[in-house]
Structures are given as C-alpha cells and as structure tokens.
C-alpha cells in the first residue's frame, strides 16, 4: 500500500475516535444533568454536589479512586467510567494508581463558604428572627426584669414589644418581688448660672454612675421639699420669683401649694391634688396604712388643743369673743370639710377591702403624706399641718404643733408615728391612727451647735438623728477643739439617746441632707470653698454593727453649679 493512503487511513480512524469521545463525554453531561434534576438532595445552595460524593483519604472527591470497604485490596475495588480499563485509555499523569483530583484536601469547604457566605448569613438573620418570635412573653420578661435600672430604659427603646412589657404594673411588681433592684440617690434643686434649671441628678450607687433628668415642670422653682414612697417621687410646695422668673429671688415671690408624683421607672410626671394652704420648705413625711385606718376620722372628732374650751352660760372679759365666734366657726369649717373628705373614702375601701380578701389584689395601697410647718405666702412660719389621702386624693387639716415647741426642722415616720424635732431641741409625735400630738421628754438631749440644725432620719423601724457638736480635743493638752458630726439613736421604749456613729467628714455645710432608704442612710454636703463649690456623698449601713461611714461619689456633680444650690438642695433615695 502507497504511504500517502496509509496516513489517510490513519486519520480516519483518529477523527472516529475523536467524535466518540465526544459523543461519551455529552452522554456523561446529560446523566450528570439529568441526576442533578432527578434527586433533589444532591442539590445544595445552587450549585450540584454530584461530583462531591467520592470522598478519598485526602478529604476531596477523586475520580478513579478506590471505593470498595479495603482500600489496600486490589480485587475488592471498582475502577470508574473515566479509568483505562473501561475505555482502553493510557494513563496520561504517571502510574496506575494516580487519578485526577476533583478537590485538594480542604478546598472543597473553601469553595463552599466562598459562593454560599451570603445564603449563610442570611440563614443565620432567619434563625434568629425565628428565636425572637417564637420566644414566650413569661421568658421575656424574666430576662428583661434583671436588668439594672439604666439597661432597662436602653432597652425599652428596642422595640415597642419590649416597652410594653416593661412599663405594665405586673413587670414592676415582679421586679420588686424579685430583689433585682438597685439603691438610686435622687438631687433636687440644682441652681445653674443663677436660674433655677430644674434638672435632676440621679447617682446609681452600684454602679457609681450620675445620671441627669430634664424636669420642666421644676424650672423656676424652689425651696420645695420631697418625700418618696416606694418607687414614686411626691414634690410639695415650693417658691417661683415672680419679677424675674427662674432665679432665686425672694424679694418678689409665689408660694406654691401643688404636689408633683415622679416615677423615674416610667419617667412619668403627675399631678397631685393641691394643699389647701401654700407651703415653702414644709417638713413631711409618708408611710403606708391599712384601707380601713380612720386618719381622718380622728381629726374631726377632734378639737384643736389650742383653742380654749367655750364655757356654758359664763361671761367673759371685755376683750375676749363673748360668743366664741371665732372658735365655733373655725370648728364648723374643719368638721365640714373633714365629714366631706370621709364620704368618699368610705366608698373606695369598703369594696377594694372585699376584692383584696377575694382576690388578693396588691395594687391597692394606701399611704398618707403629713406636711407640717414651713413658710406661708408672706413669708411667716407656719405651725398648721394637713395630710393627704391616696384614696381620697384631697388634703385635710390635722391638728397644730404642741404650744411652745418651736420652728419645726426636721421629721420622719417611724412606727406608725411622725416624729418632728424643732429648734428648741425639743420632740414630738403625731400618732397618724388616733390622730394627736405627743411631746417627748428625751434624756439626755444630744450636744449641738446651734448654727447647725440637726436631722431625723428612720431606718429599720430605728429612729436616728444627725446633729454636730464640739469636740474638746479629746481631753489632751495642745489640741484644738473642732466641730464634728455624730449620728444618735433614740431608745423608743427608755426614750434615751445613745451616740452610735460618727461622720468623717468636717461638718462644712450647715444644711447637709440626710436620708435613709431600707438599711442605707445617705448623706448628701455641699459647700463652696476657694471660690468652687464641692460635694461628698456618704451612705451608711445601719444593720452594720460597726455603722462606719464610706464615700460614694466625690466631685462630680457640683462644679458646674452655683453656691446657691447648697441652700436649696434636697434629696431622696429609691431602690429601682
């Protein structure tokens, strides 16, 4: 045969092997194709994973690799569509037992998380979405309600779901029921630049961080008095400049009568029913009493001590009221109001009495706020008194101070009693339930200095008083006197004082604040010293038996303020 026919023939027989390993190569696409479409579970985020099923020793998919259960037996193992003895290929990358690798070891996952990163993420954004959803309300508000008390406002700007929860009656009784809450130390009356800014700072005492609150409703006013009860803030009385409004000007003034409730867990304002007369720096104090306590059933059957007894058929003297007009009217008056003031309450707590003893209902609580003494609207000391009704929300008169007791300068509720102390040193009670005064004979009376009034203050049914008095150097020779703070506890039984404590700090500030607050009492000093105006808040844990006095906080809050707000500061404190 001619050499030229023979190369002919030759590339006949190449070009036939060439369309026949086209022609395999399409059928293997279509069965490929058509077991990607048949079997949906090898299907994975788009992409087939047929050619991932044959896992060798590297980790990746190997074509020609060996599958039997032996990897080392030659006879147990099948040899795949791509191999030689299937098609009669030679080996084109070296020995017999070389194949073509799919995947190196690890790059099947690489390849994987690279193409599928956004199907990923947004499974995990589902999946959570899924969680929050199909958590209860009850898991809810367990996580929610052992969050401090500035987590929790942070946390109610989330969503109006989580608002919601955190602001219903049942999760604030849940939280106090549970002990997650934290002591909170409450500052009023700052003076700022000369104006009466109203803004209040909020000192979070286990987390030792200051928070400011904007009051609007407190601009331009103060020398008012606060009591708290429970997580509720009772602002009383108070003064406003009227020639130059916001300052601290007393030559032209209003004396206000309104009450003011703050929630500062709900960040909540509301207002009260007024005092029947206006008070500035009035001495109060709260506590809580049964529905069916007659607090104000006892002051109308009651008269007023300070007026004399009117005499039957007698004759008096030429400068006296011969009929006791007077006396007979104001009597009238008091008996009038206080016989409209106990219809009401009449109504409220005979059927809140049967749903308590029905249904347990806690939410109704009664307590009663006393403010006694302060200034009036001319500026003159006052010895009335009035007390006020959860119930009934109205005011009514109770009797007055004791004849002689003095300017009254500090009070507190303990046991049942409101204990006021006065200028002359002397003590007594107001028993809120028979609704009368009684004077205390105290031995012996603490020492003080009389620029310095002292203050009243109750902490576990204790009733305790801070005055300052001199110390005479300790009976050595050389040293100085100095003035100090010490903390007293009245024995209620014996009613002897007994000296407990004594405060570390100089008593600069003639009108430090004191306050207590279950086992803590705080104390609050400002004064102005080399033209800057410092602070020291202590706290002292009375169910300590040392009661040693510790800082809280020092020079944080004061230099921006005036040396006014020394004068017109007041503070409360709270467990929220």
Known sequence: MPYGKKKLRDFESLTVSRKLVRTVSQKLQKKRVNKSAGNEEQTAYGFSLSCLTLYGR?????????????????NGRRRSSASEEGKGYQNMCGAEETGVDCFSYGRKERFWRRNNRKGLELSESQRNSRMHLLLPDDIL?????????????????????????????RFMQMRKEGLYQTPWLFVF?????????GEIHALDVALNQWHRLNAEVLKGRFMFSVASLRDEIFIVGGCSSLTSFGRVDRS?????????????????????????????????????????????????????????????????????????????????????????????IKKQCRPLRQRSENSNLRDCR???????????SWDE??????????????????????????????????????????????????????????????TPSPPRVHEYYPKLVSCNNRLFMLS?????????????????????????????????????????????????????????????????????????????????????????????????????????????
């Open 58 to 74: 590297g980790g990746g998919c190997k074509v020609g690799a060996d599958t039997g259960e032996d990897f080392g037996d030659s």
């Open 141 to 169: 508000e367990m996580c929610l309600m052992r969050l401090p008390l500035s987590s929790l406002m942070n946390a109610r700007l989330v969503c109006k779901k989580w608002n919601s929860l955190t602001t219903t009656s």
């Open 189 to 197: 009356g700052a003076v700022k630049d000369g104006f009466c800014s």
């Open 252 to 344: 032209s003034f209003k004396t206000h009568k309104s009450m003011l409730v703050l929630s500062p867990s709900a960040r909540s304002w509301r207002k009260a029913a007024s005092m029947k007369f206006a008070r500035s720096s009035p001495v109060l104090g709260i506590c809580e009493v049964n529905l069916d306590c007659p607090v104000i059933h006892s002051q109308s059957t009651r008269p007023d001590r300070r007026f004399p007894r009117p005499r039957l058929g007698g004759v008096s003297d030429v400068y006296e009221d011969p009929h006791r007009l007077c006396v007979r009217r104001t009597l009238r008056s008091l008996s009038d109001e206080n016989a409209g003031l106990l219809s009401p």
């Open 366 to 376: 009664r307590f009663v706020l006393i403010a006694i003494g302060g200034l009036g």
């Open 381 to 442: 000391p006052l010895d009335s008194g009035e007390i006020y009704d959860s119930i009934s929300n109205k005011w009514a008169d109770i009797p007055k101070l004791p004849i002689d007791f003095g300017i009254a300068c500090s009070g507190v509720v303990c046991n049942g009693t409101f204990f006021v102390y006065s200028e002359s040193d002397k003590l007594a009670g107001y028993d809120i339930q028979r609704g009368y005064w009684v004077v205390f004979q105290t």
């Open 468 to 576: 300052v008095s001199w110390c005479e150097g300790d009976g050595q020779i050389g040293r100085r006197n100095k003035a100090i703070r010490k903390m007293w506890e009245l024995d209620l039984m014996y009613l002897t004082w007994t000296e407990v404590s004594t405060h570390p700090d100089a008593p600069m500030d003639w009108n430090a604040a004191f306050v207590a607050d279950k086992n803590l009492i705080f104390g609050v000093e400002m004064f102005k010293i080399f033209g800057q105006v410092l602070d020291f808040f202590t706290v002292c844990n009375a169910s300590d038996e040392t009661m040693k006095w510790s800082h809280i906080s020092r020079n944080q809050v004061t230099h921006e303020l005036d040396a006014s707000s020394c004068v017109t500061k007041t503070i409360v404190a709270l467990h929220l």
